[in-house]
């Protein structure tokens, strides 16, 4: 299952859960299909057993970029049962026929096929998304019940041994967790045709009373404007890209886009998210540094105007953005006002002289965590979050924290006996692989920053 498919329905049901509903999330696990037992054979593995590490591996993914985990997490092979059911209905409700122990879905018998999609019975020709099989009556009716086969797992059935067709296991355990009227179906722009729109005939074929009250489809993530896939060997794994960038600067980065919109994928965009969070993290951990030696208890509990008129003006725009179709990319940009407004105090002559400056910065750190918590951006903690985030720079650097900070004594050395040219020099070196100095009265540090080079590949790249 994509990234963008998690975190759209982890968005949902964490600002579900804000305003105050009840959520019932459900995601499913198809542990057989075509692919599964084909890489199972392959390894020479038992297809299920495949199936449950592969979950297992796909849970420390989503538990690294914050993702609400499930209220239930059914699995196909568990829910034989039911499936058998549904498509016992279909059969007897005049929907589905049968052909030496396969169970097919006849379109022909459901009028509204193609309302989802808005393609017509006519558009889907054998062979382009519909599998090409002779025995079937119309070429787009598709498999409920698969007769076994040889090398493949299948239970027992009225229509002999074998195995459920892809499309019939989301309606069977969405109905036995849901019922058959819900609100809120997910996935990606690819299932809307055809599996979501065969989820909604079979469903409506089993009962007619079934519905969803609003699909969401989240758009590709393309790499140079291409589709990202494994046939075109454009494909990276989540595991891969956390391997040298923190998991919530890769959620942010996905965040950065509308959800139905295509994501472009690139080394820049997620250094971007990556310096951008570093620059959240650092400025809420500043303030926490000095809100940390007050106790609350002995803030006033008023606050000045402006103040409270930039977080009102932030928190109304981050929830009237998110209740319109979860615009998160609105609610991110809206951020950027309170965290200016929070670095003034923290950092300039008249923001450190201002009055109420303590009860300003608590407000102001609050409402930005409150919003970073229904985002799924929220740390466990800001300086663990800030060392990561460190950490990762260096890996991509390929740099120890010794190294650097041998470079920035060299580079002292070099200031104290005037040899600025090779001052800059180490400066350059440093900034062309993401390590960023800063000079200050109290000596040099330094950062994480987006590469020189991909700052200036940046800027001179032309708009599209």
């Known amino acids: 299952m994509p990234a963008?498919?998690?975190?759209?329905?982890?968005?949902?049901?964490?600002?579900?859960?804000?305003?105050?509903?009840?959520v019932n999330y459900v995601?499913?696990?198809?542990?057989?299909?075509?692919?599964?037992?084909?890489?199972?054979?392959?390894?020479?593995?038992?297809?299920?057993?495949?199936?449950?590490?592969?979950?297992?591996?796909?849970?420390?993914?989503?538990?690294?970029?914050?993702?609400?985990?499930?209220?239930?997490e059914p699995h196909v092979s568990d829910h034989m049962p039911q499936i058998i059911d549904m498509i016992k209905q279909i059969l007897d409700n005049g929907c589905a026929y049968t052909i030496d122990g396969d169970v097919y879905f006849s379109v022909d018998k459901f009028p509204d096929y193609g309302r989802l999609s808005g393609r017509k019975l006519e558009d889907n020709r054998a062979g382009e998304r519909v599998a090409v099989n002779s025995r079937k009556k119309n070429p787009a009716d598709f498999a409920l019940w698969k007769a076994a086969k040889r090398g493949e797992p299948f239970w027992q059935s009225p229509w002999g041994p074998g195995r459920p067709g892809w499309h019939i296991e989301c309606s069977a355990m969405s109905a036995a967790y849901l019922g058959y009227s819900f609100d809120i179906h997910g996935g990606g722009m690819d299932l809307v045709f055809p599996h979501h729109e065969n989820e909604i005939a079979q469903s409506c074929a089993a009962c007619h009373e079934s519905s969803v009250s609003y699909w969401i489809h989240n758009g590709f993530v393309t790499i140079d404007s291409e589709k990202m896939s494994k046939s075109l060997g454009n494909f990276f794994t989540i595991r891969q890209v956390i391997e040298l960038y923190h998991p919530l600067a890769l959620r942010l980065f996905l965040m950065g886009t509308h959800y139905r919109s295509p994501i472009n994928y690139s080394d820049l965009q997620l250094e971007s998210a990556s310096?951008?969070?570093?620059?959240?993290?650092?400025?809420?951990?500043?303030?926490?540094?000095?809100?940390?030696?007050?106790?609350?208890?002995?803030?006033?509990?008023?606050?000045?105007?402006?103040?409270?008129?930039?977080?009102?003006?932030?928190?109304?725009?981050?929830?009237?953005?998110?209740?319109?179709?979860?615009?998160?990319?609105?609610?991110?940009?809206?951020?950027?006002?309170?965290?200016?407004?929070?670095?003034?105090?923290?950092?300039?002559?008249?923001?450190?002289?201002?009055?109420?400056?303590?009860?300003?910065?608590?407000?102001?750190?609050?409402?930005?965590?409150?919003?970073?918590?229904?985002?799924?951006?929220?740390?466990?903690?800001?300086?663990?979050?800030?060392?990561?985030?460190?950490?990762?720079?260096?890996?991509?650097?390929?740099?120890?924290?010794?190294?650097?900070?041998?470079?920035?004594?060299?580079?002292?050395?070099?200031?104290?006996?005037?040899?600025?040219?090779?001052?800059?020099?180490?400066?350059?070196?440093?900034?062309?692989?993401?390590?960023?100095?800063?000079?200050?009265?109290?000596?040099?540090?330094?950062?994480?920053?987006?590469?020189?080079?991909?700052?200036?590949?940046?800027?001179?790249?032309?708009?599209?």
Not at 11 to 19: D, E, F, P, Q, V
Not at 49 to 64: K, P
Not at 291 to 319: G, R, V
Not at 381 to 397: F, T
């Open 27 to 72: 995601r499913n696990f198809t542990d057989v299909d075509d692919k599964i037992i084909a890489r199972a054979n392959e390894l020479g593995e038992d297809p299920i057993s495949l199936s449950r590490r592969y979950c297992e591996e796909f849970h420390h993914d989503m538990s690294s970029l914050n993702c609400l985990p499930p209220s239930v």
């Open 275 to 464: 310096d951008r969070i570093f620059y959240i993290y650092q400025t809420l951990h500043d303030r926490e540094s000095i809100t940390a030696n007050y106790d609350e208890a002995s803030l006033k509990d008023s606050i000045p105007s402006e103040t409270e008129t930039c977080i009102n003006k932030f928190h109304d725009e981050c929830l009237t953005s998110m209740s319109d179709d979860l615009h998160t990319t609105v609610a991110l940009a809206a951020m950027s006002e309170p965290l200016k407004n929070l670095n003034d105090l923290l950092h300039t002559r008249k923001g450190k002289k201002q009055e109420l400056r303590i009860e300003s910065l608590a407000a102001l750190g609050k409402t930005i965590g409150n919003i970073l918590n229904i985002l799924g951006l929220l740390p466990d903690s800001y300086s663990e979050a800030l060392k990561q985030l460190s950490d990762y720079a260096l890996k991509r650097a390929k740099l120890t924290e010794n190294e650097v900070m041998e470079k920035i004594e060299e580079r002292n050395v070099a200031r104290k006996n005037k040899e600025y040219e090779k001052s800059d020099t180490i400066r350059k070196e440093l900034a062309a692989v993401g390590i960023a100095l800063m000079d200050s009265p109290e000596g040099t540090t330094w950062r994480p920053a987006i590469p020189l080079p991909l700052q200036e590949d940046q800027h001179l790249t032309p708009p599209t």
């Open 4 to 22: 963008c498919t998690l975190l759209l329905t982890c968005s949902t049901g964490r600002y579900l859960n804000y305003l105050g509903y009840e």
